[in-house]
């Protein structure tokens, strides 16, 4: 099997939950303390050891073309301050891989998997990649995508995608996963479920956006009809995948998983990676403690 190299970002979202602040930028680059939500996703995928990195975004919006690209203004100003931990910082970035930025395709349907499609024409025909939804972020000792990859190379699936264990409570806002019985491997999926009651949910492993691909997984999504709401949904073409007997897998991750899909979880996501810095910790935890009594 080829070395999985590349791995495409889904950031062509209007960040609506998030309006103005989102008015003019991408919420992908809204700041999780000091970088950028997208810049996690990216450190993860280069510990991963991909080497391009696709992002598709809205024609609206560059924001996310400038962060990655070469800034020499800054680097002349930090350079000329002596601030030289911030210029090897900000020179780093545009290093970290080979970056293409691409618009959503217009012609194709709103969907979490629409930007796929927009970006199959940097893929080569028979060429595994990553898949990630721009919002969704997991802390761990070994990078999601790492372990995904990993799993991906032993048993060699069509698909793979990442799940977390949910409180059944919750259960209801998320894709659940259906297991097959006495498959051979014990993460094999026979169904994805779009928000379940928990009283109908088949499990309370939920999925969230990271994922890898075969390269057949595009043939699926070309053929695949829009679902709920007109949209073209990435849980479709799994369960299209594994209906036609396709090896699709949904493998809890080690780690945790973070939204930041909403205010809220945002703020949740930001106090979280703020408590596991030492230089913000102690002084973080003082202020909570000082708020809640």
Do not use: C
Request: hydrophobic share 40%; no cysteine.
């Amino acid at each position: 099997m080829k070395k999985i190299r590349k791995a495409i970002i889904a950031a062509a979202g209007y960040g609506t939950r998030f309006l103005p602040a989102t008015k003019d930028i991408q919420k992908e680059m809204l700041p999780i303390i000091d970088k950028p939500i997208i810049q996690y996703l990216v450190d993860e995928l280069v510990e991963s050891g991909i080497e391009e990195i696709i992002i598709v975004k809205r024609p609206i919006y560059n924001s996310i073309v400038n962060y990655f690209k070469p800034s020499p203004e800054l680097e002349k100003t930090l350079e000329d301050a002596g601030k030289t931990d911030y210029l090897e910082m900000i020179r780093n970035i545009p290093r970290m891989a080979k970056f293409h930025f691409i618009d959503q395709d217009e012609s194709l349907p709103y969907g979490n998997a629409s930007p796929l499609l927009s970006a199959k024409h940097l893929l080569e025909e028979g060429e595994s990649f990553v898949y990630m939804f721009g919002d969704d972020l997991v802390t761990a000792k070994v990078p999601a995508t790492k372990q995904l990859i990993d799993v991906f190379e032993k048993e060699n699936p069509v698909g793979i995608l990442a799940v977390q264990e949910v409180p059944w409570d919750e259960i209801y806002r998320y894709g659940s996963v259906k297991y097959k019985d006495n498959a051979p491997y014990k993460y094999e999926m026979e169904s994805l479920f779009e928000k379940l009651p928990k009283e109908k949910a088949h499990s309370n492993m939920a999925q969230f956006g990271r994922f890898v691909y075969d390269y057949k997984m595009i043939e699926y999504a070309e053929k695949q009809h829009t679902g709920i709401g007109g949209e073209l949904w990435l849980a479709d073409i799994n369960n299209s995948m594994a209906e036609a007997g396709e090896k699709v897998i949904a493998q809890p991750i080690e780690g945790l998983w973070l939204t930041t899909g909403d205010p809220l979880r945002f703020i949740k996501a930001t106090i979280k990676f703020a408590l596991e810095r030492d230089d913000l910790k102690d002084d973080l935890l003082t202020f909570l403690k000082e708020e809640i009594v």
